[in-house]
């Protein structure tokens, strides 16, 4: 077994952080942190220089957690103008790569996903926003919460209720994916404000009044909505593992420094805090390991969804661990420097795509049926 | 808890009910407005410690954490802003003799900022330091050369929010020094830090209760896949453990007393104010991510006040040398 990536992802990776350490300066950080902007320079500028390259799943994901390893709000929203593009790629027609895949990939529309509902997140198959069918359109009443680029995206790719399911208790039946966009007619959107962290990131509540979405704009077939999105989670949830696994590396370079620093001032270090400082890293590679056998099993068309939720759900703990343990040990100094804003952020990843509690209900029920990690 | 305990519980409970409950998230965004300080003096809270020939109302400790752990369930700043005053800013002015200024901040005509980050670890010496920066205030103590100073001069405000007590003005201020003043030792202001464990276990406790409240009325509405989150085990068990974790603490807070047992307190409470409030925030799903929901704030403080008043290092070390009697803990 060989854990070193290949020459060209380690040349790779060592490009994002240059990329990184040089865009993501403190001043830019904390601007967009303080006036919850997003910062659209850094998303083209990260296009244009090519580091943003979709031709190599583990490219994405090493490029997210060096990002984030910077600063996490900067770096997912750098990363997010696409998110939900797998859904489209893999099902969307011919039509609607075209006319919404390619102008993301080429940074002239954005994208967000909708699925998050005022009255629900976890129980995805609960929501209520419903696409009647009229013509050839459907028209399109509910609304969507916590939408990430919410505000500011072209167009969403929707989870919407196109029919009752066939049985009660199958709820998950009866859902399809819409491509809605912003220019639509009955359609709008609330910026959210006041988010304890990623704050750079755009989040919006979306509100659909009667909008006619041609049916053309139907992504796969229809009733499949459901499978499609847990598939994307699949995807997706790797990805967010990069996320925690970059916030936890970063706060670990944080308290290293710190810690390496007291002792060249002669301060002495206690084994009490080295040893805070050792869990951070042990726990930090584990998170690492887990997310490449996730990835590993996902970019070679054989995905795991147990090793995946455990990969997400053990790097979002492990992102949380880390910032509040550095907070912990740098005490003072954590408070007043760009730690404190680690902290803020690393909260997000126990929240979205799944909470902590989502992946073990996914990770009990797959070893309850016998889908073991193995 | 005794009668009289109980009552002044009630008591502050229902003051909170009245003024801070509705005001909390204004609190977080604009500060703690000037008429809710004149609200804390008028209510007896600051001075509710010290002597009467000082001005104060001679609580006993316990008294006194009752209006700390009341005002940290709804309000952590404002809880630290009582507290700052009445067990750091007034002992600190009245033992270097400066009564009339004493006085005035006793009044709320005065109010004097802490520069947080010279006061314990020593670690911060930023310029712009973290500090509060109680609106309008002329005034700042900090810890320069080993000694304790009140410096006046003009405090520019950060517009960077900081992590906790955002109702402060805590951020990362300048203050530009017109004249200042000795009030001790730097030993001085470590004593009255250590000497005030109760004091801060009763912030992180009721902060906790603060945070852990909202997260039982929330998980007892919100329902996913058919159930309030209250019907399911790990939701259930955790907030019950929780909440049993923090009656044991809040009993010991309000029957035992001396400096080991504050320290012992002291060093649970902000450990489990940590773990509660994430907790809290955890169960309230995306909506405990926004400021609006107000349990954000309180896991945001019990971090940012667990690095104020706790000093991990400092704390522990004389923890373990009061249960081992002898100098340990140091390597
Ligand atoms: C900043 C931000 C950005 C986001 N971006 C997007 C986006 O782009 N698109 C999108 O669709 N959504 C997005 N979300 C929404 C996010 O995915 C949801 O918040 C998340 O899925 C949780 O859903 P909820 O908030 O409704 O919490 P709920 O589902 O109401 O859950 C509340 C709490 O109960 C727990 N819980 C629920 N059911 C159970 C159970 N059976 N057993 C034990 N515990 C349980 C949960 O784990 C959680 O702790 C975003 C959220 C935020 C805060």
Same mark, same amino acid.
């Given at each position: 077994m060989d854990f070193d990536l290949p020459a060209d992802l380690e040349e790779y990776r060592k490009q994002v952080r240059e990329f990184s350490l040089r865009e993501f300066t403190e001043e830019t950080a904390m601007m967009h942190d303080i006036k919850e902007k997003y910062p659209d320079e850094l998303r083209k500028k990260a296009l244009e220089s090519g580091i943003i390259d979709f031709s190599n799943p583990w490219k994405t994901m090493l490029g997210i957690e060096e990002m984030c390893r910077v600063d996490p709000g900067l770096g997912i929203s750098a990363t997010v103008p696409y998110f939900g593009a797998e859904i489209l790629m893999l099902h969307g027609s011919d039509y609607l790569r075209e006319k919404y895949l390619s102008k993301v990939a080429t940074g002239k529309m954005m994208m967000g996903l909708g699925v998050t509902e005022p009255g629900g997140g976890s129980d995805v198959a609960g929501l209520k926003t419903s696409a009647k069918k009229s013509g050839n359109h459907y028209i399109l009443n509910g609304s969507k919460m916590f939408i990430t680029n919410g505000g500011i995206a072209d167009f969403f790719v929707t989870l919407v209720r196109t029919a009752e399911p066939d049985v009660p208790s199958k709820r998950h039946r009866g859902l399809s994916v819409l491509v809605v966009e912003r220019n639509f007619k009955g359609f709008s959107s609330n910026k959210l404000t006041g988010k304890l962290g990623v704050r750079a990131t755009n989040t919006a509540?979306?509100?659909?009044?009667?909008?006619?979405?041609?049916?053309?704009?139907?992504?796969?077939?229809?009733?499949?909505?459901?499978?499609?999105?847990?598939?994307?989670?699949?995807?997706?949830?790797?990805?967010? #593992? @990069?996320?925690?696994?970059?916030?936890?590396?970063? @706060?670990?370079?944080?308290?290293?420094?710190?810690?390496?620093?007291?002792? +060249?001032?002669?301060?002495?270090?206690?084994?009490?805090?080295?040893?805070?400082?050792?869990?951070?890293?042990?726990?930090?590679? @584990?998170?690492?390991?887990?997310?490449? +056998? #996730? $990835?590993?099993?996902?970019?070679?068309?054989?995905?795991?969804?147990?090793?995946?939720?455990?990969?997400?759900?053990? @790097?979002?703990?492990? #992102? $949380?661990?880390?910032?509040?343990? #550095?907070?912990?040990? !740098?005490?003072?100094?954590?408070?007043? !420097?760009?730690?404190?804003?680690?902290?803020?952020?690393?909260?997000?990843?126990?929240?979205?795509?799944? !909470?902590?509690?989502?992946?073990?209900?996914?990770?009990?029920?797959?070893?309850?049926?016998?889908?073991?990690?193995? | 808890m005794n009668e009289q305990l109980q009552m002044m519980m009630d008591n502050v409970k229902q003051f909170c009910e009245q003024a801070i409950k509705d005001q909390a998230i204004t609190f977080e965004r604009e500060g703690i407005p000037e008429s809710m300080f004149q609200a804390f003096r008028d209510q007896g809270f600051i001075g509710a410690n010290l002597p009467s020939s000082m001005g104060g109302a001679e609580l006993d400790r316990q008294g006194y954490d009752a209006i700390l752990f009341r005002l940290a369930e709804y309000s952590p700043s404002a809880a630290f802003y009582v507290y700052m005053n009445n067990s750091i800013i007034l002992p600190l002015l009245s033992g270097a003799g400066m009564n009339d200024l004493a006085g005035e901040v006793m009044k709320g005509t005065v109010r004097i900022g802490l520069a947080s980050s010279n006061l314990l670890e020593g670690t911060g010496d930023h310029d712009p330091f973290l500090s509060t920066a109680v609106f309008p205030s002329e005034h700042m103590i900090k810890v320069e050369n080993g000694k304790v100073l009140l410096v006046r001069g003009k405090f520019q405000h950060a517009d960077r929010k900081s992590l906790g007590l955002r109702g402060l003005g805590v951020g990362m201020n300048s203050f530009e020094a017109e004249e200042s003043k000795e009030l001790g030792r730097k030993e001085s202001l470590e004593k009255l830090m250590l000497g005030s464990?109760?004091?801060?276990?009763?912030?992180?406790? *009721?902060?906790?209760? *603060?945070?852990?409240?909202?997260?039982?009325?929330?998980?007892?509405?919100?329902?996913t896949f058919n159930y309030p989150l209250k019907d399911y085990s790990p939701v259930a068990f955790r907030l019950s453990e929780l909440m049993s974790d923090l009656e044991f603490m809040t009993h010991f807070l309000f029957s035992e007393e001396g400096e080991q047992k504050g320290l012992m307190l002291k060093a649970r409470s902000s450990d489990f104010s940590r773990k509660a409030t994430k907790h809290a925030l955890q169960y309230h799903g995306g909506y405990g991510y926004l400021e609006d929901f107000g349990v954000e704030k309180f896991y945001r403080d019990s971090v940012a006040l667990s690095s104020l008043m706790f000093r991990p290092e400092g704390d522990k070390k004389a923890l373990a040398e009061s249960i081992y009697g002898s100098k340990s803990g140091y390597l």
């Open positions: 509540e979306l509100i659909f009044d009667n909008v006619e979405i041609p049916q053309e704009n139907l992504v796969g077939e229809e009733g499949k909505g459901f499978y499609y999105v847990m598939e994307f989670f699949n995807i997706s949830r790797v990805f967010v #593992a @990069a996320q925690s696994v970059g916030i936890a590396q970063g @706060a670990l370079d944080m308290v290293t420094e710190y810690l390496s620093s007291q002792e +060249k001032k002669g301060v002495p270090v206690s084994e009490e805090l080295k040893f805070k400082l050792s869990e951070m890293a042990t726990r930090t590679e @584990a998170s690492r390991l887990l997310m490449y +056998k #996730a $990835a590993s099993y996902l970019f070679n068309y054989k995905p795991n969804p147990t090793i995946t939720s455990m990969a997400k759900g053990y @790097a979002s703990e492990t #992102a $949380a661990f880390c910032a509040e343990t #550095a907070m912990e040990v !740098t005490g003072m100094t954590g408070l007043s !420097t760009k730690l404190e804003r680690f902290f803020r952020d690393s909260k997000i990843m126990e929240i979205w795509e799944g !909470t902590s509690e989502v992946e073990k209900i996914v990770i009990s029920r797959m070893m309850m049926r016998g889908d073991s990690s193995e | 464990s109760w004091e801060q276990s009763a912030i992180f406790l *009721g902060l906790s209760k *603060g945070a852990l409240d909202k997260a039982i009325e929330y998980t007892k509405v919100r329902k």
